[in-house]
């Protein structure tokens, strides 16, 4: 029977914003579902949540709730995803102006009084940078395995560089690096890993994606159709 304890728990992690984590979890979220996995989301960036403004195209989401029984947070369904964030307790144009202390204190409430139910993969969107929330995740709340999110850009791969010495500070276990909006190559073309990332880090390159349009990607976020075949069949299984 599956347990809190026994599904596998995976940060989804990069020490810069803006390089594609939030949609990575969500292209690895459909790549497991449509291999018959059951997959919850937890969007772990509390300043800047996106994960349900990329799974619903409206605002027709429901407040946070809890079971009267148990009462933990009774988590939404969405796209057959177990998910819970922030998002679901405060207004989208409200800013969340907490202190660490604060934040570490809901990311802890909302992973471990999740009524999560029976799952094969729990991901975590993780923020940007290397402070309160990856101590939060990575160490009290004791999550063991990472994925790194890399683009070929001096900002990224510095940054990157900083969340790696933090992960093995604590060591914990990268699965590997996923290069994304790579301008090396386009669709439909094999992959191309970037040199770079591979001669700046000793972490396995998992997989390539290219860049595409911003609208045709965030449709291929829900749909991988064109992206699919970047992702090897084996990959977390």
């Given at each position: 029977m599956l347990t809190f304890k026994s599904m596998e728990k995976i940060a989804i992690a990069s020490g810069k914003g803006g390089v594609g984590k939030t949609s990575l979890t969500l292209i690895i979220a459909n790549f497991l579902?449509?291999?018959?996995?059951?997959?919850?989301?937890?969007d772990a960036d509390?300043?800047?949540?996106?994960?349900?403004?990329?799974l619903v195209s409206n605002d027709d989401v429901s407040s946070s709730k809890s079971d009267k029984g148990t009462n933990q947070l009774v988590?939404?369904?969405?796209?057959?995803?177990?998910?819970?964030?922030?998002?679901?307790?405060?207004?989208?144009?409200?800013?969340?102006?907490?202190?660490?202390?604060?934040?570490?204190k809901v990311i802890k409430h909302l992973y471990l009084n999740t009524k999560w139910g029976?799952?094969?993969y729990l991901l975590i969107?993780?923020?940007?940078?290397?402070?309160d929330a990856y101590l939060t995740i990575l160490d009290t709340l004791e999550i063991d395995k990472i994925l790194l999110v890399a683009v070929e850009d001096d900002f990224c791969i510095s940054n990157l560089h900083k969340t790696c010495s933090l992960i093995n500070k604590l060591n914990k276990q990268s699965l590997g690096i996923i290069?994304?909006?790579?301008e090396n190559f386009s669709v439909p073309s094999s992959p191309v890993i970037s040199k770079r990332i591979k001669n700046e880090f000793d972490?396995?390159?998992?997989?390539?994606?290219?860049?595409?349009?911003r609208k045709i990607f965030y449709q291929e976020v829900n749909n991988l159709d064109k992206l699919r075949r970047y992702i090897p069949e084996n990959f977390l299984i």
């Open positions: 579902k449509n291999k018959g996995y059951k997959v919850g989301l937890l509390i300043h800047g949540p996106n994960l349900v403004q990329l988590p939404q369904i969405i796209n057959n995803f177990v998910v819970n964030s922030i998002d679901f307790s405060m207004s989208k144009k409200e800013a969340t102006i907490w202190r660490g202390p604060l934040v570490s029976q799952l094969d969107d993780m923020p940007p940078g290397t402070g290069e994304n909006l790579s972490d396995e390159i998992l997989f390539v994606l290219p860049r595409l349009p």
